[in-house]
């Protein structure tokens, strides 16, 4: 295949070039082309892989720090009772006795805010009289 160069008005270079050089360039072109773009992609994703963990691991250490709830503890969840047997960095796990038996809930510490978390301070108060 021939191809002709143009340089000026007067001037013309001839370049010889097979069909695998013209291929070869052809793809050398788009792969120069693609590879920032493809990086830049594969940056983005690996940033939010990142910053979901960060956000996980912090809201598990802020729950596994925080005072108010330890291991053993007899809590409220979701209107139903369960007691805390481990606090993670990154998931917690209760424990509910139900009609299936017991039954271990593991919840992503990031998902704790979402539920209704009560802590059982005195179980041998009730309101009313009620038992």
Request: no cysteine.
């Amino acid at each position: 295949m021939n191809i002709y160069l143009k340089i000026n008005q007067t001037k013309y270079i001839n370049i010889t070039m097979n069909i695998e050089e013209l291929a070869l360039g052809a793809s050398l072109n788009i792969t120069s082309f693609l590879m920032p773009w493809v990086t830049i992609l594969i940056s983005i994703i690996m940033a939010m892989m990142i910053k979901d963990w960060a956000v996980s691991f912090v809201k598990g250490l802020k729950f596994k720090l925080n005072s108010a709830f330890n291991p053993g503890d007899v809590v409220i969840l979701d209107e139903e009772e369960a007691v805390i047997i481990s606090i993670g960095v990154t998931k917690t796990v209760f424990e509910r006795v139900g009609q299936r038996g017991i039954v271990w809930r593991y919840v992503p510490n990031e998902r704790l805010a979402f539920l209704k978390l009560e802590k059982v301070v005195r179980s041998d108060v009730h309101k009313n009289g009620a038992k």
